[in-house]
C-alpha cells in the first residue's frame, strides 16, 4: 500500500487536517486492510462501516463481509443500505447516525463509508453531524467517487427533489483507492465516472484533455495503467483547488462545470432515472452552447466538446431523452433556480472561454431557456 497524496485543510474545525490518499494494486481485500492484528493494534477505535446492497455484493467483498456475524465483528458494525441515488437521503443519514448510537459509539469512534459517491456523501454527512463530529475514511468503489466524490469535503444527501441541498464541509482523514474495483463496474456507472473526469481535463489538465480525445480505446476497454493515470491526474487535480479554496468562495466553484444544468435533469428526471455523470456531461454541453451563444468561445471550441460528448455516448441535445412530458425548459430552469450556488435571483453558471480557460457568469430566465430546446 503506498501513499502518493496528501490533501491539507485551513485552521477550522473540519474533522481532520488533512486527508491522506492510498493507492493499493491487485484484488480489493478489505479484510487484510481492517481486519489484521496488524492493521486493529495501529487503530483502535470503533468502526462503522456503511456500504450498500450492490457493493456487499461484489466477489471481492466475501472475506470483508464474511468476518461479520449479525452485522458485528468484534467492537465494529456494518450498516449495509440500498443502492444507487433514490437512497441518497436524509434517512439514510439517520440510518447510519441512529446504528452508531444503538451500538455505544463516542465521537472518537470512525465512520468507514465503502462505495460510490452516494455512500461517501452520506457516510461523512452522518459523522460530521455524530455527536458534532466523528472520523471518516473511505474506500470508494467507483470511478466517479475515486476521480471526483471521495475527495475534498463536500457531504451530503438529497432533499425536496433537490440534489445535495443539505450538507457540509467534512473531507475524510484517509482514502483508499484500489483501482480493480472499477473492473466491475456496469458501463453506466464506468462511463459516468469518466464525465467527472473529462470535465477535471477541461478546467485543469490539457493533456488529459487530449488523451480523451486520442486515447479513447484505451480508456473503453479500461486499461489498468491508463484507469490509473485518470485517477491520479483528477485526484491531484481536484486536491490542489481544495487545499487553496476549501469551502468554495472562489477557484473550486469551478468544480461545478456542468452541474447547474446536470443537477437540474437529475432532479426533473428523477433521481436514479440518469446517473450523475450522464447528466454532468449533457450539462457540459449545454454550458458550451450558452457560452458560444453568447460570444465566450469560439465555435470550434463548442463543437469539439459536443464531438467528444457524442463519441463517449453522452446525451447533448438541447432535451435529453430520459426527459418524459412537455415545458422540459421551464421545469429544468424551475430546479436551476433552487440550486445552492446561486446568488442572487439569476442563475450562475460556470463557463469556458477554452481549455483550462473558465469564469462564472450569471444569466436570465430566457438566455438559460435559450439553450434548453422548447
Not at 82 to 109: C, H, M, N, P, W
Not at 117 to 130: E, L, M, P
Not at 312 to 322: A, E, F, L, R, T
Not at 350 to 373: N, P, R, W, Y
Request: net charge negative.
Amino acid at each position: 500500500m503506498k501513499k502518493e497524496l496528501n490533501i491539507s485543510y485551513p485552521a477550522i474545525y473540519n474533522g481532520t487536517k488533512k486527508s491522506e490518499i492510498y493507492f493499493i494494486e491487485g484484488t480489493p481485500d478489505l479484510a487484510k486492510l481492517f481486519f489484521t492484528e496488524e492493521s486493529q493494534a495501529n487503530d483502535e477505535r470503533r468502526r462503522i462501516f456503511v456500504t450498500d446492497a450492490t457493493v456487499a455484493s461484489l466477489p471481492c467483498m466475501q472475506s470483508f463481509m464474511e468476518a461479520f456475524t449479525d452485522e458485528v465483528h468484534g467492537k465494529d458494525i456494518l450498516c449495509i443500505l440500498g443502492s444507487g441515488e433514490k437512497y441518497k437521503t436524509i434517512e439514510s443519514v439517520l440510518r447510519i447516525v441512529s446504528d452508531a448510537v444503538q451500538a455505544g459509539f463516542t465521537r472518537k469512534d470512525l465512520f468507514v463509508g465503502i462505495g460510490g459517491g452516494v455512500i461517501s456523501d452520506i457516510t461523512a454527512f452522518a459523522a460530521s453531524i455524530f455527536k458534532r463530529g466523528a472520523k471518516v475514511q473511505f474506500v470508494p468503489t467507483t470511478l466517479l467517487s475515486m476521480v471526483d466524490a471521495s475527495i475534498g469535503g463536500k457531504t451530503g444527501c438529497d432533499y425536496d427533489n433537490i440534489k445535495n441541498i443539505i450538507g457540509s464541509f467534512y473531507p475524510a482523514e484517509k482514502i483508499y483507492f484500489y483501482p480493480e474495483f472499477i473492473k466491475s463496474l456496469p458501463e453506466s456507472q464506468y462511463n459516468s465516472g469518466l464525465a467527472e473526469a473529462f470535465k477535471t481535463a477541461l478546467l485543469f489538465d490539457k493533456e488529459l484533455y487530449e488523451i480523451f480525445k486520442s486515447q479513447a480505446e484505451k480508456i473503453n476497454k479500461r486499461d489498468t495503467d491508463m484507469l490509473v493515470d485518470l485517477i491520479k491526474r483528477s485526484a491531484c487535480a481536484k486536491a490542489k483547488i481544495v487545499e487553496e479554496d476549501f469551502t468554495e468562495q472562489g477557484v473550486r466553484a469551478y468544480l461545478n462545470l456542468g452541474h447547474t444544468f446536470g443537477h437540474a435533469l437529475e432532479s426533473v428526471a428523477g433521481f436514479g432515472a440518469i446517473t450523475h455523470g450522464a447528466a454532468v456531461a449533457w450539462g457540459i454541453g449545454r454550458a458550451a452552447e450558452l457560452a458560444y451563444k453568447f460570444d465566450f468561445c469560439s465555435s470550434k471550441f463548442k463543437d469539439d466538446i459536443l464531438d467528444i460528448l457524442e463519441f463517449y455516448g453522452w446525451d447533448n441535445k438541447p432535451v435529453p431523452s430520459c426527459i418524459q412530458g412537455g415545458a422540459v425548459g421551464e421545469r429544468l430552469l424551475s430546479v436551476m433556480h433552487k440550486d445552492k450556488k446561486n446568488l442572487t435571483d439569476k442563475i450562475r453558471i460556470i463557463l469556458q472561454k477554452d481549455i483550462c480557460d473558465t469564469f462564472i457568469k450569471e444569466f436570465e430566465d430566457k438566455e438559460i431557456l435559450s439553450v434548453l430546446g422548447k
